[in-house]
């Protein structure tokens, strides 16, 4: 994780280190002679960021005391919101707790003839334990399983508590119904909102409330063919999310791998 330079953040980081630090056990020694703290932190959706609301925060646990917003303390790069950021988003917006995640946090002791306190911390973070020891408080690594284990797991948590869902891994684009993108338009301005998606027959087709919005047809890489199968399952209805953007349509679906022997 970039810790970034902003007063709060890493005013809330420095809190939540030294806290960890009052209670550590021994941590992991390094190669290069540092050590790494272990720690628990909180994921939290940030859809109120100002450039990206797909961003992901990372927050000290909630009994740290505060709100998520007061405890962040940083942001998921964006290059590893692409593999991981679906599953974070649905795993965090279902489950009725706080999403955990295991980190170290690495530290170096400071000597004393490297700490000035009147110079200030610069990039460098100072935290102190218990014992007034100082370290240099680096980056914060967040332990990940690879992608597809996290979408395997997030999938199968997420279908025990709303089966009714489909789960807004993987975005694909899919066409209008004849007048559905004008009629959308007088029903509501949002860009991104809930859909529900229908079996009919054969067609899997996306609605808003009453209004077909567009057939979720096979093509060459059957994307939408998981999703009627997972509709089927859930009784031929189910929710999903779509957004609208640049006059298209998206459609969020679980996986985009075509079933074996789908031709």
Partial sequence: MGL????????????????????????????????LLPVVVQLVPRPDHAHNPDAVGVAAPPEHGGTDHERHMAYLYDRHLVPLGGSLRSLAEVSPLPLGCHAFVELDAVEDDEYDPHDGDGDALVVTDRRQSRYWAGGLRLLMPRWDRLQRMAVD?????RPDLVL?????????R???REALAGATREQSFDVTLRTEGDALTAYYGDL?????????????????????????????RAEQHRGSLKVFVEDSRPLRGAG
């Fill in 178 to 180: 004849p007048g559905a």
């Fill in 168 to 176: 807004p891994f993987i975005g694909h684009w899919t066409p209008w």
């Fill in 212 to 240: 077909p919005l567009s057939d979720l047809g096979s093509g060459s890489r059957d994307f939408f063919d998981r999703t009627a199968l997972r509709v089927r399952e859930t009784g031929g209805r189910a929710t999903a």
């Fill in 4 to 35: 970034w330079r902003e007063e709060k953040p890493r005013a809330a980081f420095r809190s939540f280190v030294q806290d960890r630090l009052a209670l550590r056990q021994p941590g992991r020694g390094r190669r290069d002679g540092g050590e």
């Fill in 157 to 161: 948590h997420c279908r025990g508590i």
